[in-house]
């Protein structure tokens, strides 16, 4: 089974934009166990869509089109591809009167171009669209699925998890009927050429469940796919590779999930274990909380984080002493640990965690670049771990603040 992905939008070839949409399909495509290979991008011109259609259905089982079905006279992505298939559009009437009563309340005009956002294909499915008002569609022909989303990211999110993932499940099991089933697992603090090497035989050896690998944000991800019967064979089959592949890696394993962060495993022990956590920020500017609060259920676990990224900021707001901002410094295991100290008293809260160090691109302090301290108060004492990271300086943040939150799960644990 194979899919291709053909993104249309004059925007996206003068590089106007950048296109996430096909960045976003691939990676669904990859949950489930999809192959792809080919990515397209076009402007706005129905020859040029039909020809890199009929391409297409050469090599590939689904084709999914992002982009072109909004109310401007280039959207003729649906009307073009009705040409080329001889598939006749009609209007869905629900969507339409849905238009027609939002156009009435706003008293504003609508037009025919607005009216065509409700076309679908007469012997396809009307994708209905969650967060705004062009509807997609879906035609399955000659043994080939079409798919047809908006091309705003948005929207188009919003219809392929709601409309678009199903019906490429339902798809794959007329094909196989086989049950694909995959899982995410995460890791932090080995590199790719480590993981690489510790998991060869099994990659050289794999069949089902397969492995693939990919790196974000500093994290290393695992994707376990297998296929089987039924549900039960496939989890059994992920739950031997899983682990086997934990008896290797199981130190640097924090979870499961497609991009499945520190953060969130730490927000989810922490309201496991009805937990508070505040953060004092010297090189990472506000990335922890910012990293917290993104995950939800934050609001159970945080209480909340001050940047103090001068030697005044330090001293004034949070507290550290003139002696150890004079004798030891702001990049020191001492000022780490007073940070983490007064920002817990400050909030009052369970767990504090400081970051001080330098992300450069120069020394500081006769420390060199990638030095940092992580201080982590609790309620019975206050340890400063020291990391020496690389990279550049974003990199080297983002680390900072991974290291941090794993650090306080292993503790909570």
């Not at 249309?8 to 999809?34: C, D, H, K, R, S």
């Not at 000659?142 to 993932?165: H, N, Q, S, T, W």
């Not at 609001?299 to 150890?324: H, M, P």
Request: charged share 20%; glycine share 8%.
């Amino acid at each position: 089974m194979k899919a291709e992905i053909i993104a249309i939008g004059t925007e996206i070839l003068m590089g106007q934009i950048l296109n996430t949409n096909a960045q976003f399909l691939a990676q669904q495509l990859t949950e489930l166990g999809v192959g792809h290979y080919i990515q397209t991008a076009i402007g706005d011109n129905p020859d040029r869509l039909a020809a890199v259609t009929k391409q297409a259905e050469e090599r590939s089982d689904i084709i999914i089109y992002s982009g072109g079905i909004g109310p401007t006279r280039d959207d003729l992505t649906k009307q073009a591809l009705s040409a080329y298939l001889n598939e006749p559009l009609v209007y869905d009437e629900e969507n339409l009167d849905r238009v027609r009563q939002d156009f009435s309340r706003r008293k504003a005009t609508m037009s025919d171009l607005n009216q065509r956002m409700s076309l679908y294909f007469s012997r396809g499915k009307s994708l209905r669209n969650p967060v705004g008002q062009a509807v997609g569609t879906a035609l399955v022909k000659d043994g080939r699925l079409y798919i047809v989303l908006p091309g705003f990211p948005k929207e188009m999110r919003a219809m392929f998890l709601e409309e678009g993932k199903a019906l490429i499940q339902d798809f794959i099991a007329e094909d196989s009927r086989q049950v694909l089933s995959s899982r995410y697992l995460n890791y932090y603090g080995l590199g790719e050429s480590q993981l690489a090497e510790s998991l060869d035989d099994l990659i050289q050896s794999q069949e089902n469940p397969t492995i693939g690998t990919y790196s974000k944000h500093n994290v290393l991800t695992l994707r376990l796919t297998a296929s089987g019967s039924d549900e039960g064979t496939t989890q059994a089959l992920l739950d031997t590779l899983e682990e086997t592949i934990n008896d290797r890696l199981g130190a640097y394993y924090y979870g499961q999930g497609l991009d499945y962060m520190p953060s969130q495993a730490l927000v989810q022990t922490l309201k496991t274990q009805q937990k508070t956590v505040s953060v004092a920020e010297s090189l990472t500017g506000g990335m922890a909380a910012a990293a917290i609060v993104d995950c939800p259920g934050a609001s159970e676990i945080f209480e909340g984080g001050v940047v103090t990224y001068s030697l005044q900021a330090k001293r004034d707001v949070l507290g550290v002493s003139a002696e150890t901002l004079d004798q030891e410094g702001m990049v020191s295991q001492a000022c780490a640990k007073e940070m983490a100290e007064r920002c817990r008293q400050l909030f009052q809260t369970d767990y504090a965690l400081s970051f001080t160090g330098v992300a450069g691109p120069d020394q500081m302090e006769g420390q060199d670049v990638g030095t940092v301290f992580i201080g982590l108060a609790g309620p019975a004492d206050c340890q400063v771990h020291r990391l020496h990271l690389s990279g550049q300086r974003e990199n080297i943040r983002r680390s900072a603040v991974h290291a941090a939150c794993l650090a306080l799960i292993q503790k909570l644990n």
